[in-house]
């Protein structure tokens, strides 16, 4: 039975709860908030009566001695958090993102290491089933080697409270669930950004509810970003809405169920090579999905096995990086060189 301690229970934490309660061999013995009635809410809820419940992390993990750590904190806590779960022995696997500036994601990482403690981020656009197919079937080289990314991302919610008061919302907020997801579509290293923000005005936030970023993803790849938090009319989806072109063909997806794909053939029809359809293969058995639940399940796995999570820290801050090199590039209107 694997131990873990959760801190943090506000409303995020539902669905890492209705998660953990589906996985057999995992049993949460503790809840931490600053809040403690929010925490023994709860454990009244989720029927974890024989859970600790408290206010310090690092009082529950003395307690439970537990064999690792759920963070659903704010990322302003996030660095404390992990510096304690690692003090005490304890794996990690937070929500995204990783930390709130890249000299805190660094000092995480670099802890996890001294520790030895295995530390993984919830990056659960990863785990959406299209996403999986698109690796899977560019990897297989049906239309060779991708050369430029496209993802469009018009949504215009009206979330109401700190959302609407904080700086670089879509980049900081949201962009990276789809900077992440490029990334791992196409096996791309962030190499460089240009970025530039604006407020409409049409927007109700106070600044960054759109942007456009052009990231060099290494190896011939280009990726660009159009985003908005306040486009009124034809929404995408949450996942964004995508076209990737590669050097014998393209695949777009509309962020929910249709993807398709087109290959060059031979001849040509006037000045345009012919192309013609060609099946996405569905999900293959190994593919990993089901969001929270396939993360933490991931999480379990290599705790269990000594290997390495797929959104382990040493890898997510890569994309954590493309969302402050696209924020610096912002603010100061030159191209960035991305390092993370």
């Known amino acids: 039975m694997m131990k873990v301690v959760l801190v943090g229970c506000g409303a995020m934490s539902k669905q890492w709860l209705d998660a953990a309660r589906r996985i057999e061999g995992l049993a949460i013995v503790g809840l931490v908030d600053l809040d403690a009635e929010r925490a023994q809410a709860r454990a009244r809820e989720y029927e974890l009566s024989n859970a600790v419940i408290g206010t310090s992390l690092d009082a529950a993990l003395?307690?439970?001695?537990?064999?690792?750590?759920?963070?659903?904190?704010?990322?302003?806590?996030r660095r404390d958090v992990a510096l304690t779960a690692f003090a005490h022995n304890c794996h990690l696997l937070t929500e995204k993102p990783l930390a709130d500036s890249p000299e805190n994601a660094?000092?995480?990482?670099?802890?996890?290491?001294?520790?030895?403690?295995?530390?993984?981020?919830?990056?659960?656009?990863?785990y959406v089933a299209n996403v999986r197919r698109i690796r899977r079937f560019l990897d297989s080289g049906a239309i060779g080697q991708p050369?430029?990314?496209?993802?469009?991302?018009?949504?215009?919610?009206?979330?109401?409270?700190?959302?609407?008061?904080?700086?670089?919302?879509?980049?900081?907020?949201?962009?990276?669930?789809?900077?992440?997801?490029?990334?791992?579509?196409v096996g791309g290293e962030p190499a460089s950004v240009y970025c530039q923000e604006w407020e409409p005005a049409n927007s109700w936030y106070r600044q960054g509810s759109s942007a456009s970023a052009i990231f060099d993803l290494g190896g011939g790849k280009v990726f660009t970003y159009a985003g908005s938090w306040c486009a009124d009319g034809?929404?995408?989806?949450?996942?964004?809405?995508?076209?990737?072109?590669?050097?014998?063909g393209s695949?777009?997806?509309?962020?929910?169920?249709?993807?398709?794909?087109?290959?060059?053939?031979?001849?040509?029809?006037?000045?345009?090579?012919?192309?013609?359809?060609?099946?996405?293969?569905?999900?293959?058995?190994?593919?990993?999905?089901?969001?929270?639940?396939?993360?933490?399940?991931?999480f379990m796995q290599a705790i269990e096995t000594g290997t390495e999570p797929e959104t382990r820290g040493t890898d997510n801050i890569k994309s954590l990086a493309m969302v402050f090199g696209a924020i610096e590039s912002a603010e100061t209107g030159r191209r960035v060189v991305i390092a993370a």
Not at 115 to 122: E, L, N, P, R, Y
Not at 148 to 175: C, K, T, W
Not at 259 to 283: H, S, W
Request: proline residues 5%; negative net charge; contains cysteine.
């Open 62 to 77: 003395d307690q439970t001695k537990p064999d690792a750590v759920f963070d659903v904190v704010v990322p302003a806590a």
């Open 106 to 126: 660094r000092a995480i990482v670099e802890a996890a290491r001294q520790a030895g403690c295995i530390h993984a981020v919830v990056q659960n656009r990863r």
């Open 147 to 185: 050369t430029s990314i496209h993802a469009d991302f018009f949504v215009a919610p009206h979330f109401g409270g700190f959302r609407e008061e904080m700086a670089h919302v879509l980049l900081l907020d949201m962009a990276i669930h789809t900077f992440d997801a490029a990334r791992y579509m």
């Open 234 to 248: 034809f929404r995408t989806s949450w996942e964004s809405a995508w076209r990737i072109v590669a050097e014998r």
């Open 251 to 298: 695949i777009t997806w509309d962020g929910y169920d249709v993807l398709k794909a087109e290959a060059v053939v031979p001849g040509r029809e006037g000045l345009f090579d012919k192309t013609q359809p060609i099946e996405v293969p569905a999900l293959d058995p190994a593919d990993r999905v089901d969001g929270h639940l396939g993360i933490i399940k991931d």
